[in-house]
């Protein structure tokens, strides 16, 4: 499981416009991101170091089109398993991390366990992605889906600014 570590620096309005801004543009140079904040560049590069080292900022990634991978269906699928145990969940947890469709796995309160995001090529390949891995997977009893027909707004994009 992913933990996120508390951040050994409270976050100041400097901080927190660095990441606005980076978050917005990952490739954005040291230099036009000092201007952008007012800093120069070597206390702009010491800010976003230990806003690395802190686990405040996880990475750099480039977005990429689903559709040109042929993974242009997106599906949401809630999970619910048999059991509510630490290894039920630990279970579970081992496999699904297994699965490259799979985006996202969250464990949630409510009427069911975990609600699962994946992106396949197409509807064919949904069946196969719930019959032959999802429900195969360790204590899970009962599966709900949705098919997303339109895309309205993804983002990563977390404000930062108060």
Known sequence: MRVQRQPVHTLDKLDRHILDLLQRDGRMSMTDLAEAVGLTVTPCTERVKRLERDGVITGYHARVAPAALDAGLLVFVEISLSSKSDRSFDDFRREILCIPQVQECHLV????????????????????LLGDILLRLPGVTQTKSCIVMEEVKETLFVPAQK
């Open 109 to 128: 309160s409510g009427d069911f366990d975990y609600l699962v995001k994946a992106r396949i090529r197409e509807i064919g390949q949904y069946r196969s």
